[in-house]
T-cell receptor, first 114, second 113 residues
Framework: SQTIHQWPATLVQPVGSPLSLECTVE??????LYWYRQAAGRGLQLLFY??????ISSEVPQNLSASRPQDRQFILSSKKLLLSDSGFYLC?????????????FGEGSRLTVL | AQRVTQPEKLLSVFKGAPVELKCNYS??????LFWYVQYSRQRLQLLLR??SRESIKGFTADLNKGETSFHLKKPFAQEEDSAMYYC???????????????FGQGTRLTINP
């Protein structure tokens, strides 16, 4: 069966510090991978998605970047965090190449920027 | 661009009463619509999708293309239905952008005993 792991679960970082959130999927190959941010009153905002290694689509201009160095690894990064980057970040995957929209979500990472 | 709107941030009903969570979408093409649910201390997960035309945990949702809506309904609410509900849209077919899912703002449903 497939599983998705996301870490760290909780992170407190000072403004201006770097960020790295990691997500890995097990039990499947060539998944589509996604980073969402869940903010109160704004719902789930799609930040990045990837349909293959090295292929990143960015949905909103922001202080964040994403990378996919391996097939089942998706990393969310920032060189210098802003206060506005605080939030709950969700990684998700779905079967690649199939015409289905079901996403499978990780447990999330709560980021607090002070 | 695709857009999903859930007009109610909070919805509170009594146990046994009917429930309707509203969802409206904006998309010029043919969409695929979903409802996702997040129970307390659990992961966000799929509840149902319009193409399956199924009832899950007593919930149903009908895609109304004329009104561009996909409201979630249940005739008799139960306390375990308390959760955060998200409506989501995906462009249907093999087109650019068809691999992404756009979510609404979410509605927190509380079922009172």
């Amino acid at each position: 069966s497939q599983t998705i792991h996301q870490w760290p679960a909780t992170l407190v970082q000072p403004v201006g510090s770097p960020l790295s959130l990691e997500c890995t999927v097990e039990g499947t190959s060539n998944p589509n991978l996604y980073w969402y941010r869940q903010a109160a009153g704004r719902g789930l905002q799609l930040l990045f998605y990837s349909v293959g290694i090295g292929q990143i689509s960015s949905e909103v201009p922001q202080n964040l970047s994403a990378s996919r160095p391996q097939d089942r690894q998706f990393i969310l990064s920032s060189k210098k965090l802003l206060l506005s980057d605080s939030g709950f970040y969700l990684c998700a995957w779905k079967f690649g190449g199939l015409n289905t929209g079901e996403l499978f979500f990780g447990e999330g990472s709560r980021l607090t920027v002070l | 661009a695709q857009r999903v709107t859930q007009p109610e941030k909070l919805l509170s009903v009594f146990k046994g009463a009917p429930v309707e969570l509203k969802c409206n979408y904006s998309y010029s093409g043919s969409p695929e619509l979903f409802w996702y649910v997040q129970y307390s201390r659990q992961r966000l997960q799929l509840l149902l999708r319009h193409i399956s035309r199924e009832s899950i945990k007593g919930f149903t949702a009908d895609l109304n293309k004329g009104e561009t809506s996909f409201h979630l309904k249940k005739p008799f609410a139960q306390e375990e239905d308390s959760a955060m509900y998200y409506c989501a849209l995906r462009p249907f077919g093999i087109i650019q952008g068809a691999q992404k899912l756009v979510f609404g703002q979410g509605t927190r449903l509380t079922i009172n005993p």
